[in-house]
């Protein structure tokens, strides 16, 4: 009989938070074979995060047991340490230390000999394709060699169950991929891994996923069992003079709708039951008289599925942003550009970050700036929000240049950055209070927005909550509350969505949707490339210059072929950045 690599067997983990107890897991139970590859989903605060840490014996469950290659956690928690390779979120890289400082400071508390490191070392840096950048800062690696570096920590002394807890957050679409060709020769070489993630189609590459909400375990089989329940509930809509972005969220409130998300140049629609929905009587009637929409059945897939499970029907749901409770900048697609950016570079001593970049975006647009890491997008993206100055060329912010006019242009400014920026310390309240301060806010129009801001983003439950200790998700409303609190004109978006949970990504998409339409200028970077499709145009960066500029549809179009005759924006991007063609469309 084969031992699983892994088992939790009916386990039981609680928090005390101040007077209340929180029940992180709640009588979980699975197990995981060995040399298999398991996949850990749920939305944020399902309990992911705590299980993970029992696995590595970071913490003891309350009740039940864990077992890792039939050894007792808790008996035998040593033994099990030395089995176990973990990278836990923000992996703990020592940013001014070198790589191979970093190396050997984890090989030190793992306990690996001495005599066996350059060996492992060499290994592990031509896996991850390190090697040549052994006496580089750690800090002064992009997101996705920091993550290679963490994960080759994890492995210095070649466990035998790996643990990666949400591994691929913040990389692009290449450096993911990457990563996932070193965990599948960590299984191939015999590894048993449990991964965490936030991409759905990474749950699809597992051999099984467990499903987590609330602490209790809500599904646990292959991720083919899980959209094969939908059988007949999925279908792409489209109509020919409603873009999908406008389409959606239409479509959302439509009777027997569970989920409707832009998808591709369509909206795909999971559906409450298998029965063939008519979107053309529902559209008619609440949108336009003579909109007709063409409704296409298509196969179900992991995320439907992941959705359909936890999300209730749009109808009890509150839109988290109506058309009503923001200004209307002006009508959305008006001609005028409010950003223009010509000719922009920038040095940071030799180096060349920014090269001679040039874009517009007009007013109302959603307009994505997508590279890979260190491509030098979020160089730009700080240079735009005047939080950098430029080494030359020229930015104007709604026809005022950011190098003379910074101040003026940034009261038009709302910004939302990639890493939460808020006061953490500060209450949920507080930090309300401190940015429609900072934003010139006070008396009744202060309280009224601080008012908006609770009752739109649902935080009246955590005003009193340190802000830096709230699920990842509400971080996020909070954060995006504070950038709206002076009904910007303009909204710059570093990475909003990165680490939390598809459910909160489309609240989020809505949200941002509602904001274009009445004429608020998005300006956004994203890893997902799914999310993309949201943009009306955006640019795709790679060494710091502009490799294409287009609609998504424009992107895809470059790469369909007979061979490929349904390109994503992520085959789009990986054979751009790859390719390294450039070209405007």
Same mark, same amino acid.
């Given at each position: 009989m084969?031992?699983a690599?892994?088992?939790?067997?009916?386990?039981?983990k609680?928090? *005390?938070?101040?007077a209340?107890?929180?029940?992180?897991l709640?009588? +979980?139970?699975f197990?995981?074979q060995p040399?298999?590859v398991?996949?850990l989903?749920g939305?944020?605060?399902?309990?992911?995060?705590?299980?993970?840490?029992?696995?590595?014996t970071l913490l003891?469950p309350d009740?039940?047991?864990?077992?890792v290659?039939?050894?007792?956690?808790?008996?035998?928690?040593?033994?099990?340490?030395?089995l176990?390779?973990y990278?836990?979120q #923000?992996f703990? /890289?020592?940013?001014d230390?070198?790589?191979?400082e970093?190396?050997?400071?984890?090989?030190d508390l793992?306990?690996?000999?001495?005599?066996?490191?350059?060996?492992?070392?060499?290994q592990?840096?031509?896996m991850?394709?390190?090697?040549?950048?052994?006496?580089r /800062?750690?800090g002064?690696?992009?997101?996705?060699?920091k993550q290679?570096?963490?994960?080759a920590?994890?492995?210095?002394r070649?466990p035998q169950?790996?643990?990666?807890?949400?591994?691929?957050?913040g990389v692009?679409p290449?450096?993911?991929?990457e990563l996932?060709q070193?965990?599948y020769?960590?299984v191939e070489?015999?590894m048993?891994?449990? /991964?965490s993630t936030a991409?759905?189609d990474?749950? !699809? #590459?597992c051999?099984?996923v467990v499903?987590?909400?609330?602490g209790?375990?809500?599904?646990?089989?292959?991720p083919e069992e899980?959209?094969q329940?939908?059988?007949?509930?999925?279908y792409?809509?489209?109509?020919?003079s409603?873009?999908?972005r406008?389409?959606?969220?239409?479509?959302s409130?439509?009777p027997?709708v569970?989920?409707?998300?832009?998808?591709?140049?369509?909206v795909?629609?999971?559906?409450?039951?298998? !029965?063939?929905p008519?979107i053309d009587?529902?559209?008619r009637?609440n949108?336009q008289?003579?909109?007709s929409?063409?409704?296409l059945p298509?196969?179900?897939?992991?995320?439907d599925? %992941?959705v359909?499970?936890?999300?209730?029907t749009p109808?009890?749901?509150r839109?988290p942003?109506s058309?009503?409770?923001v @200004?209307r900048?002006a009508?959305?697609?008006s001609a005028d550009?409010?950003i223009v950016v010509q000719?922009?570079?920038r040095r %940071?001593?030799d180096f060349?970050? +920014?090269?001679r970049?040039?874009?517009?975006?007009?007013r109302?647009?959603i307009?994505?700036l997508?590279g890979?890491?260190g491509?030098? @997008?979020?160089t730009t993206? #700080?240079?735009?929000?005047?939080?950098?100055p430029?080494?030359?060329g020229e930015v *104007?912010?709604?026809?005022q240049?950011? #190098?003379?006019?910074?101040?003026?242009?940034?009261s038009?400014?709302?910004?939302m950055?990639? @890493?939460?920026?808020l006061?953490?310390?500060l209450s +949920?309240m507080?930090?309300?209070?401190?940015?429609s301060s900072a934003?010139?806010l006070?008396?009744?129009q202060?309280?009224?927005?601080?008012?908006?801001?609770?009752?739109? %983003?649902?935080?009246?439950?955590y005003l009193?909550e340190?802000?830096?200790?709230l699920?990842?998700?509400?971080?996020?409303?909070?954060?995006?509350?504070?950038?709206l609190?002076?009904e910007p004109?303009i909204?710059?978006?570093?990475?909003?969505?990165?680490?939390?949970?598809?459910?909160?990504r489309?609240?989020f998409?809505?949200q941002?949707?509602a904001l274009?339409?009445t004429?608020?200028?998005?300006?956004?970077?994203?890893h %997902?490339m799914d999310e993309?499709?949201?943009?009306?145009?955006?640019v795709?960066?790679?060494?710091?210059? +502009?490799l294409?500029?287009?609609s998504?549809?424009q992107m895809?179009?470059r790469v369909?072929s007979a061979a490929?005759?349904?390109?994503?924006?992520e085959?789009?991007?990986?054979?751009?950045v790859e390719?390294?063609?450039k070209?405007?469309?």
């Amino acid at each position: 009989m084969v031992t699983a690599a892994l088992v939790f067997a009916d386990v039981t983990k609680t928090f *005390s938070r101040s007077a209340e107890e929180i029940i992180a897991l709640d009588g +979980v139970s699975f197990s995981t074979q060995p040399g298999s590859v398991t996949g850990l989903i749920g939305p944020d605060g399902a309990g992911k995060t705590t299980l993970m840490r029992l696995a590595a014996t970071l913490l003891q469950p309350d009740h039940g047991q864990v077992r890792v290659m039939g050894l007792a956690s808790d008996s035998d928690s040593v033994s099990v340490r030395s089995l176990v390779g973990y990278m836990p979120q #923000r992996f703990g /890289l020592y940013e001014d230390l070198s790589v191979a400082e970093n190396l050997d400071l984890y090989a030190d508390l793992q306990g690996l000999p001495v005599a066996s490191r350059q060996a492992r070392y060499a290994q592990l840096m031509h896996m991850t394709g390190l090697a040549p950048f052994m006496a580089r /800062l750690a800090g002064k690696l992009s997101g996705g060699m920091k993550q290679k570096l963490g994960l080759a920590c994890a492995l210095l002394r070649s466990p035998q169950l790996l643990l990666l807890d949400e591994a691929t957050v913040g990389v692009d679409p290449v450096s993911r991929r990457e990563l996932w060709q070193i965990v599948y020769q960590q299984v191939e070489a015999g590894m048993s891994v449990l /991964l965490s993630t936030a991409y759905l189609d990474e749950a !699809e #590459r597992c051999d099984q996923v467990v499903l987590l909400h609330q602490g209790k375990v809500l599904g646990w089989g292959a991720p083919e069992e899980f959209s094969q329940a939908l059988k007949g509930r999925t279908y792409q809509v489209t109509a020919a003079s409603l873009p999908p972005r406008r389409l959606q969220p239409l479509l959302s409130s439509a009777p027997g709708v569970v989920d409707a998300v832009v998808d591709g140049d369509a909206v795909r629609v999971v559906m409450a039951t298998a !029965e063939v929905p008519d979107i053309d009587t529902f559209l008619r009637t609440n949108a336009q008289p003579a909109l007709s929409a063409s409704v296409l059945p298509v196969e179900p897939r992991f995320e439907d599925a %992941f959705v359909a499970r936890l999300m209730v029907t749009p109808q009890k749901r509150r839109s988290p942003l109506s058309m009503d409770s923001v @200004k209307r900048v002006a009508q959305p697609g008006s001609a005028d550009a409010v950003i223009v950016v010509q000719d922009l570079m920038r040095r %940071f001593g030799d180096f060349v970050a +920014v090269n001679r970049v040039s874009f517009s975006v007009q007013r109302g647009e959603i307009f994505g700036l997508l590279g890979a890491n260190g491509a030098g @997008k979020s160089t730009t993206f #700080r240079m735009l929000c005047g939080l950098l100055p430029s080494s030359s060329g020229e930015v *104007s912010v709604v026809g005022q240049d950011l #190098r003379r006019a910074a101040a003026s242009a940034r009261s038009h400014i709302g910004y939302m950055a990639q @890493k939460f920026s808020l006061y953490g310390d500060l209450s +949920v309240m507080q930090n309300l209070r401190f940015f429609s301060s900072a934003y010139g806010l006070s008396g009744k129009q202060q309280l009224a927005r601080i008012d908006w801001a609770i009752d739109t %983003f649902e935080l009246e439950n955590y005003l009193d909550e340190n802000s830096g200790s709230l699920p990842q998700g509400y971080k996020q409303r909070l954060a995006f509350a504070a950038a709206l609190m002076h009904e910007p004109d303009i909204l710059f978006l570093d990475e909003p969505t990165s680490g939390v949970d598809p459910l909160a990504r489309r609240e989020f998409w809505q949200q941002t949707n509602a904001l274009a339409e009445t004429g608020v200028t998005i300006l956004v970077t994203t890893h %997902f490339m799914d999310e993309a499709n949201y943009c009306d145009r955006l640019v795709i960066m790679a060494a710091g210059e +502009v490799l294409a500029e287009g609609s998504p549809e424009q992107m895809k179009a470059r790469v369909r072929s007979a061979a490929l005759p349904a390109p994503t924006m992520e085959d789009a991007f990986i054979h751009l950045v790859e390719g390294q063609d450039k070209v405007v469309l």
